[in-house]
């Protein structure tokens, strides 16, 4: 079993929709939570970042950490066909070397329709 | 401001040939690594650094080699290339930030072809 679960999808949805990624993970030694997007033949760049439990809000992106529960989720709002790509989550282990060291999920891709 | 550079952007090799990917970055970024992603896999840790002359094996280390002789470059090198190589690999760099931030910044990509 990998340490940090992801649907795949596809997903397809119609411009306006509110998207729910979601992501959970075994290994409760790790603290910090990311979401990723990733543009077709493009690398990876940093969306939202959350160290530990709770919510945070940037724009028209939430992210969530449930902790308890395992589970991490990235909400889209309103969502844009520039929101087509593919979404990674990954997270890191806490203190010294861990923080450049990250496990990712397999990948969700989204594509929105106008 | 470049960021992470990585070079080439395609490759193709035959199998047993051995060959370098390059990555640099501008960012004074202590911390720099590499990925491998697959499809259906995400991306998977080949090998870490913390520092000039100091690296460690992520994840997916095996027929993979790196040093760190500068800040600034991170070569991953493939020694006798198999098919199973064949994949889009990602150099990334990052500075410690803990909990007030942890940016790390991946490069455009390499493909890698081995035949």
Known sequence: QKEVEQDPGPLSVPEGAIVSLNCTYSNSAFQYFMWYRQYSRKGPELLMYTYSSGNKEDGRFTAQVDKSSKYISLFIRDSQPSDSATYLCAMSHAGGTSYGKLTFGQGTILTVHP | ?115
Not at chain 2, 24 to 30: G, K, P, R, S, V
Not at chain 2, 48 to 72: C, F, H, K, L, M
Not at chain 2, 76 to 91: G, I, W
Request: charged content about 15%; overall charge neutral.
């Open chain 2, 1 to 115: 401001n470049a960021g992470v550079t990585q070079t080439p952007k395609f490759q193709v090799l035959k199998t047993g040939q051995s060959m370098t990917l390059q990555c640099a970055q501008d960012m004074n970024h202590e911390y720099m690594s590499w990925y491998r992603q697959d499809p259906g896999m995400g991306l998977r840790l080949i090998h870490y650094s913390v520092g000039a002359g100091i690296t460690d094996q992520g994840e997916v280390p095996n027929g993979y080699n790196v040093s760190r002789s500068t800040t600034e470059d991170f070569p991953l090198r493939l020694l006798s290339a198999a098919p199973s190589q064949t994949s889009v690999y990602f150099c990334a760099s990052s500075k410690p930030g803990g909990v007030s931030g942890n940016t790390i910044y991946f490069g455009e990509g390499s493909w890698l072809t081995v035949v």
